[in-house]
T-cell receptor
Framework: GAGVSQTPSNKVTEKGKYVELRCDPI?????LYWYRQSLGQGPEFLIY????????DSGLPNDRFFAVRPEGSVSTLKIQRTERGDSAVYLC?????????????FGPGTRLTVT | KQEVTQIPAALSVPEGENLVLNCSFT??????LQWFRQDPGKGLTSLLL?????REQTSGRLNASLDKSSGRSTLYIAASQPGDSATYLC??????????FGKGTKLSVIP
């Protein structure tokens, strides 16, 4: 079946602009995660959704970052007033549920470049 | 705060060798440990998931072990092949099931 998909695959934006990154999880997966990966680093957790609600948003770096999942499927990560330090690969993952038994499956990522 | 360390950062081996990648974590209160593979410019591919109650998991030429008490996991790759060349990441699952990742080990298998 289809895996996790993310759009766009690449996004170049100017400093100060607003961007939206989209994630389509595997069908039937109720848990969804956003991570950010900077060059040479492992991914860092941003936010976790169980269904429609953000169960844990402790990884969001500041209030310029916001994410939604209104119908419990597709999620959008929104970044306001982008800064050059936001440049990274943004990864989305989903799992069958939010539990210790479940593997997280990752999408290909969106490479964001802020100029 | 959980910290995950992977040693070595890079490894180069001739084709056919068996090898071990190491992962250590500071907080033993984990739910699971997951190993991933990442090819350049790509996302992560899950290789193995070990639950906190398990000691090891095997898939084909891969075997991962977990020792919670010492805060260590290893990924063993048997009979390495050039197609195994990639960055291998380990991640500890805890809290709200978020994963805390190491920086990875970049493996090169030389034909």
């Amino acid at each position: 079946g289809a895996g996790v998909s993310q759009t766009p695959s690449n996004k170049v934006t100017e400093k100060g602009k607003y961007v939206e990154l989209r994630c389509d999880p595997i069908s039937g997966h109720t848990a969804l995660y956003w991570y950010r990966q900077s060059l040479g680093q492992g991914p860092e957790f941003l936010i976790y959704f169980q269904g429609t609600g953000a169960a844990d948003d402790s990884g969001l770096p500041n209030d310029r970052f916001f994410a939604v999942r209104p119908e419990g499927s597709v999620s959008t990560l929104k970044i306001q007033r982008t800064e050059r330090g936001d440049s990274a690969v943004y990864l989305c993952a989903s799992s069958l549920s939010g539990g210790q038994s479940y593997e997280q499956y990752f999408g290909p990522g969106t490479r964001l470049t802020v100029t | 705060k959980q910290e995950v360390t992977q040693i070595p950062a890079a490894l180069s081996v001739p084709e056919g060798e068996n090898l071990v990648l190491n992962c250590s974590f500071t907080d033993s209160a984990i739910y699971n440990l997951q190993w991933f593979r990442q090819d350049p410019g790509k996302g992560l591919t899950s290789l193995l998931l070990i639950q906190s109650s398990q000691r090891e998991q095997t898939s084909g030429r891969l075997n991962a072990s977990l020792d919670k008490s010492s805060g260590r996991s290893t990924l063993y790759i048997a009979a390495s092949q050039p197609g195994d060349s990639a960055t291998y990441l380990c991640a500890a699952g805890a809290g709200s099931y978020q994963l805390t990742f190491g920086k990875g080990t970049k493996l090169s298998v030389i034909p």
